[in-house]
């Protein structure tokens, strides 16, 4: 843990640090953005290996009583098991949550994987409870938020969120 927590913390320096402070800008500009699963990053990572993606996400799937298989599915899709994910849209971790979300369950650190699969494991459990166990719909108000799929009645019939549903349910235990 100590290893990927020091390669976390490097590749957060590296995104945070300025290329040239010349300008008029005090962020430096975008670097070009790497796609892996559905998350992007400034920085690649190596994903975490098997053992600790599964002892990671069985103690917080216990934790929030939900189906490990199914919170693996979640983080595979959100992150590709790549804890310094952070995505066009600022989301962050293993399971890419915003700013504004990892706040809201006391997130400090979103690249250190325990924390961050821990907070995405209770939004999960609170999206199932909202949605009465609905797999379905909790994914896609986990994807495009709860605000959509209350105003769709269902999962929001974006293509990236059919898609994000699918492809969960497809590879999760029912």
């Known amino acids: 843990m100590q290893e990927s927590s020091a390669r976390q913390m490097a590749a957060v320096r590296l995104q945070n640090s300025p290329r040239d402070t010349r300008g008029f800008f005090t962020l430096p500009p975008p670097a070009p953005i790497g796609v892996f699963s559905s998350a ?56 890419q949550l915003a700013p504004a979300t990892a706040w809201q369950y006391g997130l400090t650190n979103p690249f250190n994987p325990a924390d961050n699969l821990a907070a995405g494991a209770r939004l999960l459990k609170h999206l199932l409870v909202r949605y009465n166990g609905e797999r379905a719909l909790a994914l896609g108000a986990y994807n495009a938020g709860p605000a959509a799929v209350d105003s769709a009645h269902g999962v929001p019939q974006f293509r990236e969120t059919v898609d994000y549903v699918a492809r969960i349910l497809s590879s999760s235990s029912q």
Do not use: N, Q, T
Not at 45 to 55: F, H, K, Q, S
Not at 61 to 87: H, K, N, Q, Y
């Open 40 to 95: 992007r990053s400034r920085v690649d990572c190596a994903p975490l290996p098997r053992p600790e993606v599964d002892a990671l996400s069985d103690v917080a799937a216990a934790r929030e009583g939900l189906d490990p298989d199914f919170l693996r599915s979640v983080m595979r899709r959100e992150s590709g098991f790549r804890p310094c994910a952070v995505s066009a849209k600022g989301a962050m971790g293993l399971m």
